[in-house]
């Protein structure tokens, strides 16, 4: 037996009769962080002695039912994350833009662009932290005003000044831009 089949990898393949010698370290990852349940629907696991496949058709097995079991798992970040998915290729689109011709209507589109993403993503993950923070910086017993100012400003003020600013913004920019595509009057 070799180094490499000590372990749960080791038994894993040794139960699946796998040929754990000069397989690459990538497989033994997969093989060990990925966790195959037994059951009739898998065909890795079956009774029957199956002769060892190929390490290459191991790992595309492997993968392929990786795969089927992640489409849930990516339609959830999709949708957990959906306005900063939608901000993204308007971002590299705008930032491009103001790359090639840097004005006025594609800086204001990114950074309206930018802030909205940021103000998604601090009201999504930075709002339940800053609550538990200023909760316990700020007791009641101490500091009264400070808790409730702090509160207020960082919970309340914040993430809706920057959707105001992002929107802001982004209307500016489609002004301007629509202000320079207008004919001059003579």
């Not at 040794?14 to 962080?33: F, N, V």
């Not at 538990?132 to 309340?156: C, D, G, V």
Request: proline fraction near 9%; include cysteine; charge should be positive.
């Amino acid at each position: 037996m070799s180094t490499k089949e000590t372990g749960s990898v080791g038994l894993l393949a040794r139960s699946l009769r796998i040929d754990t010698i000069g397989m690459p370290p990538s497989a033994h990852s997969i093989l060990s962080i990925y966790r195959i349940r037994v059951g009739p629907q898998n065909p890795l696991l079956e009774k029957r002695p199956v002769p060892p496949p190929a390490n290459r058709e191991l790992c595309l097995r492997l993968m392929d039912e990786f795969l089927y079991r992640a489409k849930p798992w990516a339609l959830g970040a999709f949708l957990h994350n959906w306005p900063v998915v939608l901000c993204a290729p308007l971002i590299l689109f705008t930032s491009v833009l103001a790359f090639i011709r840097p004005r006025r209507t594609s800086l204001l589109a990114l950074y309206g662009l930018l802030t909205l993403a940021f103000a998604f993503e601090y009201a999504k993950h930075i709002l339940p932290v800053l609550d538990n923070t200023t909760n316990y910086l700020f007791s009641l017993e101490t500091n009264p005003t400070a808790r409730s100012a702090s509160r207020l400003l960082l919970l309340q003020v914040v993430p809706d000044l920057l959707v105001v600013m992002g929107f802001v913004m982004m209307v500016a920019s489609v002004t301007l831009w629509a202000a320079e595509r207008r004919p001059a009057s003579s």
